[in-house]
């Protein structure tokens, strides 16, 4: 043969190939029907989470049976390697259907390629999904990462990913986009009220302590009045906390002196705020403090609550309300009192209380 013809016939066998090549590939598609109504919903779409897929579509071609096939591909860029056939559930309208990777038993459809991004399932003896039927299948447990920063093929930044669905006659696409996450900040100023209000007379304060003296006039002093053997004197006070603080707050009381004339003082009683007592029976000398706050943040939390025991003051800070979570206008009662004996020296007694409130942020 010349050189001539030689460069002819592959000339000719070049066309050959290219027009077969041509002709197969459109016989695959008229014989590959679109599935219809196709998508995939996603847990999360941020750029690099993990996620769960829910991927709908309805078979429009054919019923399928055994020995049929459904694949389901993830474009590259996502990560799959995690996922186990237990994560994955297929069901339509009426049934659901077991995935198993073992034996292939009837109403289920075995798996391959779980950990990889080509993932099949093949129908069991017995298993038949009918035409129209919409199908959904499952990826749960947030074991699928998507693309943390590729473009899955599309133009740059568009980030909108590929998932393939194939039957045995028909095939679709799904398409997802992954996006970073918008980032919302916010700024809430602190906010901490605090209010001291006086009690009127003959007020319960507690169960079984009610004030004697009226001071709802005046929020910054407790004036006991003169103090007798014969009947001790309670006054109360009011206090209200609003705050948003995370931690709620804490309350503390204390004192700069023991309540002191001159030379002279009335003891505090010997309760204490770890462990408050009933108070001294009248014709004893003593003072002293109970809340109602419970629960309290330390301690025996209810040690006061609705019980009737006192507790001493003292120059150190105890707690006598308090509030674990954030809250507006919460009311706690205080109430003091006071009584003497014959022998408690005469004169005009004085002390200056502290209330500190500290938020918990």
């Known amino acids: 043969m010349t050189k001539k013809s030689k460069k002819i016939s592959k000339k000719f066998v070049a066309l050959v190939c290219m027009f077969t090549l041509v002709f197969s590939y459109s016989v695959v598609n008229e014989t590959r029907a679109a599935l219809a109504i196709i998508s995939d919903t996603l847990t999360d779409s941020r750029l690099g989470a993990t996620s769960d897929h829910i991927i709908a579509f309805t078979v429009k071609a054919g019923s399928l049976t055994a020995g049929d096939t459904v694949v389901v591909v993830f474009e590259a860029d996502f990560t799959t390697t995690s996922v186990v056939f237990a994560d994955i559930t297929i069901a339509?309208?009426?049934?659901?259907?077991?995935?198993?990777?073992?034996?292939?038993?009837?109403?289920?459809?075995?798996?391959?390629?779980?950990?990889?991004?080509?993932?099949?399932?093949?129908?069991?003896?017995?298993?038949?999904?009918?035409?129209?039927?919409?199908?959904?299948?499952?990826?749960?447990?947030?074991?699928?990462?998507?693309?943390?920063?590729?473009?899955?093929?599309?133009?740059?930044?568009?980030?909108?990913?590929?998932?393939?669905?194939?039957?045995?006659?028909?095939?679709?696409?799904?398409?997802?986009?992954?996006?970073?996450?918008?980032?919302?900040?916010?700024?809430?100023?602190?906010?901490?009220?605090?209010?001291?209000?006086?009690?009127?007379?003959?007020?319960?304060?507690?169960?079984?302590v009610t004030t004697t003296i009226d001071t709802s006039g005046d929020a910054t002093t407790l004036p006991f009045g003169t103090l007798s053997v014969s009947a001790n004197t309670i006054v109360g006070q009011n206090l209200t906390v609003s705050t948003n603080a995370t931690g709620g707050y804490s309350t503390t009381l204390e004192y700069t002196a023991a309540l002191t004339s001159g030379a002279d003082t009335i003891s505090d009683h010997s309760g204490t705020n770890a462990t408050p007592t009933s108070f001294s029976g009248v014709g004893t000398e003593g003072w002293g403090y109970t809340t109602d706050a419970t629960p309290l943040g330390t301690g025996t939390t209810t040690r006061f609550g609705t019980n009737n025991v006192w507790a001493g003051l003292s120059a150190t800070p105890y707690e006598v309300a308090y509030s674990a979570t954030p809250i507006a206008s919460d009311l706690t009662k205080i109430a003091y009192q006071a009584g003497i004996s014959g022998t408690t020296e005469a004169g005009s007694y004085t002390t200056t209380l502290f209330y500190i409130t500290t938020p918990i942020y």
């Not at 918008?182 to 209010?195: G, P, Q």
Request: with cysteine.
């Open 92 to 208: 339509d309208d009426t049934d659901s259907y077991t995935v198993d990777d073992g034996a292939c038993a009837s109403n289920e459809l075995g798996i391959t390629g779980e950990g990889t991004n080509t993932i099949t399932f093949t129908l069991c003896s017995g298993t038949t999904i009918a035409d129209e039927e919409p199908i959904t299948i499952t990826f749960s447990n947030s074991h699928i990462t998507n693309p943390a920063s590729a473009t899955c093929g599309g133009s740059d930044n568009s980030y909108v990913c590929a998932i393939t669905i194939t039957t045995s006659d028909e095939a679709g696409t799904a398409k997802v986009a992954i996006v970073s996450g918008v980032s919302v900040s916010a700024t809430v100023d602190e906010t901490l009220a605090f209010t001291i209000a006086g009690v009127a007379n003959s007020v319960a304060q507690k169960t079984g």
